[in-house]
């Protein structure tokens, strides 16, 4: 159970009004209650996806393949 000291933090970014304006057209009529929620969640995606995209072999697992494709004579 967290602490009260861990509650969430908030901080303020601010985007230019246009954008504003968009993104609050954007989000009628879904699940978003505010912007704010809106640009969270399309942060929290962009940032899921680069995490996604990370190496998911890390070297040690390529030369165990390796080792395994030699033993089999794929590979010299």
Wanted: no cysteine; glycine share 4%.
């Amino acid at each position: 159970m967290p602490k009260k000291d861990e509650k969430k933090k908030f901080t303020t970014v601010s985007i230019p009004s246009p954008l504003f304006k968009k993104v609050e057209e954007r989000i009628k009529g879904t699940g978003f209650t505010s912007v704010s929620s809106y640009v969270a969640y399309v942060l929290r995606e962009i940032i899921a996806e680069e995490e996604e995209e990370e190496e998911p072999f890390s070297e040690e697992d390529k030369e165990r393949v390796k080792e395994r494709l030699r033993a089999l004579g794929y590979i010299d």
